[in-house]
């Protein structure tokens, strides 16, 4: 680490290593570059600023301990500091739409299964056409009945 990293403070899209010393006293080494919710995406190293460890990590240098008991988490080590680019990926924001757009799929497709599966019996057979639920096309498009199971 170089005397331009220990003088850097943690700002929105600053690259922080750091240690998360759990209650246990293990230690997991994470490389984060604190972002807005906009772009968050955990996964990718990606952190947004508004969550409790960014919020811990902001206004931060190198060297500092932070103590942080939250789960079983007991405190943050900042090991690096670097100044960021300005602009993240926007493919970030692209992949977490795209899982969100996948999750209230899956939402839909399981609502309409315990709805299929309540209303058999009183409004008579209802088909869930999962095929159209998880197709990402567009959505105003129509498409076909599903053909009724032979089961």
Same mark, same amino acid.
Do not use: C
């Given at each position: ?18 240690? #998360?010393?759990? !209650?246990?006293?293990? /230690?997991? =080494?994470?490389?984060? !570059? #604190? ?10 190293? $990606? #952190?947004?600023?508004? !969550? ?7 206004? +931060? ?6 103590? @942080?008991? $939250? *789960? ?11 100044? *960021? ?5 926007? =493919? ?15 939402? =839909?497709? !399981? ?10 019996? +009183?409004? *008579?057979? @209802?088909? /869930?056409?999962?095929?159209? $639920? ?5 959505? *105003? =498009? ?10």
């Amino acid at each position: 680490m170089d005397a331009q990293e220990a003088s850097q403070t943690v700002v929105l899209h600053s690259r922080v290593l750091v240690e #998360l010393v759990d !209650t246990a006293g293990e /230690v997991e =080494e994470r490389t984060f !570059t #604190l972002v807005s919710a906009r772009q968050a995406d955990f996964r990718s190293g $990606l #952190l947004d600023e508004n !969550t409790p460890l960014g919020l811990a990590l902001l206004g +931060k240098r190198a060297g500092e301990v932070i103590p @942080y008991a $939250l *789960g079983d988490l007991r405190e943050v080590r900042v090991l690096a500091v670097e100044s *960021g680019a300005q602009d993240v990926s926007a =493919e970030a924001a692209q992949k977490r739409r795209a899982a969100v757009r996948k999750a209230e799929a899956q939402s =839909e497709i !399981t609502s309409q299964m315990i709805f299929a599966s309540a209303s058999g019996s +009183k409004w *008579g057979d @209802y088909e /869930v056409n999962v095929d159209k $639920l998880l197709d990402p096309g567009d959505e *105003g =498009e129509q498409s076909p009945p599903a053909a009724p199971d032979d089961d």
